[in-house]
């Protein structure tokens, strides 16, 4: 049973940084390619960056580069997402997915397995 485990979640300032984890298992975690998502309440899903299965090739969100970095672990089987500057706009739950392609995707239908998402709130 494939699951995603995101966490690093929680309350914020605004002007902070967070680094989001998500631990992958029952999956070959090395032949996936990962990304991030989030979600704010009221809007569409809106990607955030992926990485490919070897960690080489990274592709982010036009709107929010500069402030993001993804990165993985192929031992520990975990997929990171850093998020700098943090504002209230930035407020949404924030999800991991995976996909067995070697692409990189911002297409969320392209994703085979997601995780449960972590909530992240940023204060002024």
């Known amino acids: 049973q494939v699951r995603l485990v995101e966490s690093g979640g929680g309350l914020v300032q605004a002007g902070d940084s967070l680094r989001l984890s998500c631990a992958a298992s029952?999956?070959?975690?090395?032949?996936?390619?990962m990304g991030w998502f989030r979600q704010a309440p009221g809007k569409a899903r809106e990607f955030l960056a992926a990485?490919?299965?070897?960690?080489?090739?990274?592709y982010y969100a036009d709107s929010l580069k500069g402030r993001l970095s993804i990165s993985r672990d192929n031992v520990k089987n975990t997929v990171y997402l850093q998020t700098n500057s943090l504002n209230s706009e930035d407020t949404a739950v924030y999800y991991c997915a995976a996909d067995r392609t070697y692409g990189l995707s911002n297409n969320p239908n392209e994703y085979d397995y997601w995780g449960q998402g972590t909530q992240v709130t940023v204060t002024s």
């Open positions: 990485i490919n299965w070897r960690g080489v090739s990274t």
């Open positions: 029952g999956l070959t975690f090395s032949q996936f390619a």
